[in-house]
């Protein structure tokens, strides 16, 4: 199956506008590798896209446990990221509200998600 769908197209589930969407695996962090209870990481289905607030909506990547589910878990706004951490295969967001690493199946997919997001 296709893990990666590129850029700009209207979301079927919230008709939002998405740069990008696909599986990408979430890495746990510090506490949850402390944490025997959560000791593995998570493959969620990101998406680049645009998230409505009360006045105005702005980019975020957002994950989802599913590509079917239309809420998502957690997100991180594109416009609060300070920082990018990239290695062969992952990369670290770094944020005021959260750090979030993210690991990708290939070094061309990682590439994707870091141009997307840093042409936006």
């Not at 590129?6 to 979301?11: Q, V």
């Not at 740069?19 to 510090?30: F, H, V």
């Not at 702005?58 to 599913?66: D, G, I």
């Not at 967001?93 to 690991?103: F, G, K, N």
Request: with cysteine.
């Amino acid at each position: 199956f296709a893990s990666l769908l590129l850029y700009l197209h209207r979301s079927a589930m919230s008709n939002e506008l998405c740069k990008l969407e696909g599986w990408l695996i979430k890495k746990k962090g510090d506490y949850h590798k402390k944490n025997k209870f959560f000791h593995h990481d998570n493959m969620r289905w990101f998406k680049l896209q645009e998230v409505k607030g009360n006045d105005h909506s702005e980019l975020a990547l957002c994950y989802f446990k599913s590509q079917r589910d239309k809420e998502p878990r957690g997100w991180i706004y594109v416009k609060d990221v300070s920082e990018i951490v990239d290695t062969e295969t992952s990369f670290t967001l770094v944020s005021p509200a959260r750090t979030m690493t993210i690991e990708a199946t290939t070094p061309v997919e990682l590439t994707t998600w870091l141009r997307a997001m840093v042409e936006s």
